[in-house]
């Protein structure tokens, strides 16, 4: 069975200061990892992912995550945190050869100006 | 190009009546997926097609919930009766199962807040 635990609900941290949230995940095999992003009243949008290949994938709006096989991770964070990142992101996992994707269960980011 | 798109964006209902919610997929998308998000259980997904076929739904809650898709650019969520805790928002997306370069990229439509009273 698949599963993915995104550590903290809420994270606050300040404009400027590293944005790092957190993603583990289980699986028989390795999976296919993504990061989405929800804004207020959107619907979700691709971030990143990670399928094959270089570990560390960069995405969208400068963000970037680490697929670390050894820890069964794949944090996502961002240098500097910008007042417009403030949304709620979701880490998900696919098994190779399925089609659909099981979703964490969110972590809110909050931007302190 | 449109993206993914549902209607209505809201809807305010009384227990006991029919909702049906509607979901245009990206045109050339081979899969189409419906996820219902709320507070207590995140995203959940409900039931997914491919090439108009319901391929999983298992995850459908229980017989009053029911989704078809006649062809490739319409697909409904039907909730008879409805009920208080079928209150969510409910988002249909759709992906290119063929498109090796958008692996496992879902494109959410904005979705339909739905509320039974």
């Known amino acids: 069975a698949q599963s993915v635990t995104q550590l903290g609900s809420h994270v606050s941290v300040s404009e400027g200061a590293l944005v790092l949230l957190r993603c583990n995940y289980s699986s028989s095999v390795p999976p296919y990892l993504f990061w989405y992003v929800q804004y207020p009243n959107q619907g979700l949008q691709l971030l990143l992912k990670y399928t094959t290949g270089a570990t560390l994938v960069k995405g969208i709006n400068g963000f970037e995550a680490e697929f670390k096989k050894s820890e069964t991770s794949f944090h996502l964070t961002k240098p500097s945190a910008h007042m417009s990142d403030a949304a709620e992101y979701f880490c998900?996992?696919?098994?190779?050869?399925?089609?659909?994707?099981?979703f964490g269960t969110g972590t809110r980011l909050t931007v302190i100006p | 190009d449109a993206g993914v798109i549902q209607s209505p964006r809201h809807e305010v209902t009384e227990m006991g009546q029919e909702v049906t919610l509607r979901c245009k997929p990206i045109?050339?998308?081979?899969?189409l997926f419906w996820y219902r998000q709320t507070m207590m259980r995140g995203l959940e997904l409900l039931i997914y097609?491919?090439?108009?076929?319901?391929?999983?739904d298992s995850g459908m809650p229980e017989d009053r919930f029911s989704a078809k898709m006649p062809n490739a650019s319409f697909s409904t969520l039907k909730i008879q009766p409805s009920e208080p805790r079928d209150s969510a928002v409910y988002f249909c997306?759709?992906?290119?199962?063929?498109?090796?370069?958008?692996?496992?990229?879902?494109?959410f439509g904005e979705g339909s807040r739905l509320t039974v009273l």
């Open positions: 045109s050339g998308h081979d899969y």
């Open positions: 997306a759709s992906s290119s199962g063929g498109d090796p370069q958008a692996l496992g990229e879902l494109f």
């Open positions: 998900a996992v696919r098994k190779p050869g399925a089609n659909n994707l099981f």
């Open positions: 097609f491919n090439n108009n076929v319901p391929i999983d």
